[in-house]
T-cell receptor, first 115, second 115 residues
Framework: AQTVTQSQPEMSVQEAETVTLSCTYD???????LFWYKQPPSRQMILVIR??????QNATENRFSVNFQKAAKSFSLKISDSQLGDTAMYFC????????????FGTGTRLQVFP | EPEVTQTPSHQVTQMGQEVILRCVPI?????FYWYRQILGQKVEFLVS????????KSEIFDDQFSVERPDGSNFTLKIRSTKLEDSAMYFC?????????????FGQGTRLTVV
């Protein structure tokens, strides 16, 4: 069975600085998808970035980028030039690309950006 | 911007009572999902629904749970006889297409408290 682990329950970063959130996962699959979701306080969970395991290039979306290490089963999220609006809970998630609709989530990391 | 809306935002119910959680997915979406998060634990998949049928469900989704799309716009999750351990945040999501073909959009959640 697949599992996703986020070992940092809480993180904090100063505005304009860079922060990295960790995620590891366990699977026997060779192809799969990985996601980072952001949930601001009292708001919807929104997709930040996703990575397809067969792509070697790390995904990037503006200030958000991932460091995908397939052999190590690691999928960290780097937020550059942190902004106050980045304050949120961040969830790492895994999905097999076939025969399922299910996202498997980690427990989340609460990120606080302070001025 | 279209969004998934959930009502109520917080529901308190007595153990053994039936509860219905409501979701209005994005209007042109065809695939619907329920997830839940018990406080301090992972977000867990409950069920996916397409074309008026359950397409996948987890082991959590037992006979106490049911889903339906009663009127073509709402998507509901019913818990027949609530237990204390059903207390959790329940998230609805919808997507245009299944799995990772398109992004799943989440609602902001309904916090269910069973007393």
């Amino acid at each position: 069975a697949q599992t996703v682990t986020q070992s940092q329950p809480e993180m904090s970063v100063q505005e304009a600085e860079t922060v990295t959130l960790s995620c590891t996962y366990d699977t026997s699959e060779n192809n799969y998808y990985l996601f980072w979701y952001k949930q601001p306080p009292s708001r919807q969970m929104i997709l930040v970035i996703r990575q397809e395991a067969y792509k070697q290039q790390n995904a990037t979306e503006n200030r958000f980028s991932v460091n995908f290490q397939k052999a190590a089963k690691s999928f960290s999220l780097k937020i550059s030039d942190s902004q106050l609006g980045d304050t949120a809970m961040y969830f790492c998630a895994f999905m097999k690309p076939y025969n399922t609709d299910k996202l498997i989530f980690g427990t989340g990391t609460r990120l606080q950006v302070f001025p | 911007e279209p969004e998934v809306t959930q009502t109520p935002s917080h529901q308190v119910t007595q153990m053994g009572q039936e509860v219905i959680l409501r979701c209005v997915p994005i209007s042109n979406h065809l695939y619907f999902y329920w997830y839940r998060q018990i406080l301090g634990q992972k977000v867990e998949f409950l069920v996916s629904f397409y074309n008026n049928e359950i397409s996948e469900k987890s082991e959590i989704f037992d006979d106490q749970f049911s889903v339906e799309r009663p009127d073509g716009s709402n998507f509901t999750l019913k818990i027949r006889s609530t237990k204390l351990e059903d207390s959790a945040m329940y998230f609805c999501a919808s997507s245009q297409a299944p799995r990772i073909i398109t992004e799943a959009f989440f609602g902001q959640g309904t916090r269910l408290t069973v007393v």
